[in-house]
């Protein structure tokens, strides 16, 4: 699936915090933030699963 760009802007300490979460995990940050979305969407049932042809 192609990713889409776009701008973020969250408070420093927010952004340190996902840092090291993403170290921890031995994640870059943008794997981190991907992962976290991901994880959140399924939680909550917004994630659909495609289905299979």
Do not use: C
């Not at 996902?18 to 049932?45: H, T």
């Amino acid at each position: 699936m192609p990713k889409k760009k776009f701008v973020l802007r969250v408070d420093e300490e927010t952004m340190k915090l996902v840092e090291k979460w993403a170290a921890d995990e031995f994640r870059s940050v943008n794997g981190q933030l991907e992962w976290m979305i991901s994880k959140v969407l399924k939680e909550e049932g917004r994630w659909k699963k495609k289905k299979e042809e």
